[in-house]
């Protein structure tokens, strides 16, 4: 029996904490997925999951029926889903109707939850020190083939701002506030970096001011202008931080999404009006986040979070040997992702701007940007689909954060994904723990491909 095969408590067993880091917590979460599969047919050892005697009645319709009762969209291996409390159902437990509610945030995030402060304080995060971000602007990337990739960034919803004189650099916006979401430049494929707005001069000053910084740097090409400070993490992946560029002018020309209304079962204000719809790209509203793989997981968290007001929402955690480390509820475990949001008080935030995922490699995961609704979302993958572009994953809902997802692969191979319908923190949210595996990824949506945890 390979390894990956293996019930989930024999692999843990078998792995120490050092191995589970090495392996990276989306191979973990592969592991787990595959656990689950195998308890569920070990305990009914059939097609269809069903005690011995049902199985004999149904057994005609074994060659009609997709094993384990799915279709192949929704794969064989989702046995176990969350509901909006966080508890678990079994499909051999008491069946009832799927159920989603909107509840608070320290009622979601449950027992495992520390307050901002006290995370802070524990870690000697000295917030005075820090820099000080407003906001994530727009992503940085090098793509041997600009002209191929200017193609699918305006079939992904996005419009081109500016180009260079040389032809070699452009900027792509959306319809919102931002001078331009993401900066294209010609060259050997390179992540270049998110690049985060900052409150004043000082802070870019601050930022210049540490090891490996690059001097300011003037954008003059750039639209709305402004300074520019690229620094670099310990794995060596680029940071920047802007600050003085000028607001946009007015995009008259511009169309908007409009909210589109709904009539459910009980509420139904759309009367003698009708709902049409486009075909097309999904807009781009704005950058959401990006996310990194990274080998060193706790040496790349101090450094963000001490050097910004970069700070977690959620962490993921594996079990770890009863010698090392406590969680503040007092099990052993290790931290392994977490998605951090930018503290700016008791103003209201996304769930995350930036995350970072233990794995055997270091590399850029996605870029994320943001979309009207759910409708806008399917249109543009269907959009995407016709023009042969490839899809990763989605379109689903994740769990932490709430977001509706479809993720992409570029034309450089890069991932890139639209969302949706996030969650909001502020300073007043708790910091959140929970069990890596499949259920920290997705509530619904098709089975995690085994390229979105590389």
């Known amino acids: 029996m390979s390894q990956d095969h293996v019930p989930l408590c ?45 199985q004999d009645m149904a057994e005609t319709q074994t060659e009609t029926i997709p094993p384990q009762g799915n279709s192949s969209q929704w794969g064989a291996t989702r046995p176990v889903t969350i509901d909006a409390n966080g508890s678990f159902q079994t499909p051999d437990g008491e069946v009832k109707p799927n159920l989603g509610r909107t509840v608070n945030d320290i009622e979601a995030i449950g027992p495992e939850s520390e307050p901002l402060s006290s995370w802070q304080k524990r870690n000697n995060i000295d917030t005075s020190q820090q820099i000080k971000l407003v906001k994530l602007a727009h992503m940085r990337y090098q793509h041997p083939e600009l002209e191929t990739i200017t193609t699918f960034l305006r079939d992904f919803g996005m419009h081109v701002v500016k180009t260079s004189e040389d032809g070699s650099k452009r900027w792509f916006r959306g319809y919102g506030s931002d001078q331009y979401v993401y900066y294209a430049q010609k060259g050997p494929k390179t992540f270049m970096g998110g690049t985060f707005l900052v409150e004043s001069m000082e802070d870019l000053s601050k930022a210049a001011a540490l ?94 979070t001490r050097h910004f007001n970069i700070v977690p929402t959620d962490f993921l955690y594996v079990p770890i040997p009863s010698e090392q480390g406590k969680g503040t509820d007092g099990q052993k475990k290790k931290d392994v992702a977490v998605f951090a949001h930018i503290d700016r008080g008791n ?14 490699t270091s590399h850029v995961h996605h870029c994320s940007f943001e979309v009207h609704d759910y409708d806008t979302q399917q249109l543009g993958h269907q ?45 007043d949210t708790p910091v959140g723990w929970g069990m890596a595996g499949d259920e920290s990824l997705a509530v619904w949506g098709p089975e995690v491909p085994k390229w979105f945890l590389q």
């Not at 103003?347 to 055997?360: E, G, I, L, Q, R």
């Open 211 to 304: 090891p490996g910084a690059s001097e300011i740097q003037e954008m003059s090409e750039a639209p709305g202008g402004g300074h520019l400070v690229t620094l670099r993490d310990p794995e060596g992946f680029p940071v920047n931080v802007m600050y003085g560029q000028t607001p946009p002018p007015q995009r008259e020309t511009v169309e908007l999404p409009q909210k589109v209304i709904l009539n459910d079962e009980k509420d139904k204000p759309r009367v003698r009006q009708f709902n049409r719809f486009r075909p097309g790209p999904a807009a781009v509203h704005k950058l959401g986040h990006y996310g990194l793989c990274v080998q060193q997981f706790d040496t790349q968290l101090e450094w963000y």
């Open 347 to 360: 103003d209201a935030v996304d769930h995350h701007s930036f995350f970072m995922t233990t794995n055997p």
């Open 383 to 427: 959009w995407l689909g016709k023009q042969g572009y490839t899809s990763v994953w989605g379109i689903g809902r994740h769990i932490l954060g709430s977001q509706i997802f479809d993720y992409w692969w570029d034309t450089t191979g890069n991932m890139i994904e639209h969302y949706a319908d996030g969650d909001l923190v502020n300073a």
């Open 10 to 54: 024999l692999t843990c067993q078998r792995l120490n904490i050092r191995q589970l880091t090495q392996v990276g917590i989306l191979t973990f979460l592969s592991i787990s997925s595959s656990h689950r599969a195998l308890s569920t047919s070990t305990l009914y050892p059939n097609p269809l999951h069903l005690p011995p005697r049902e």
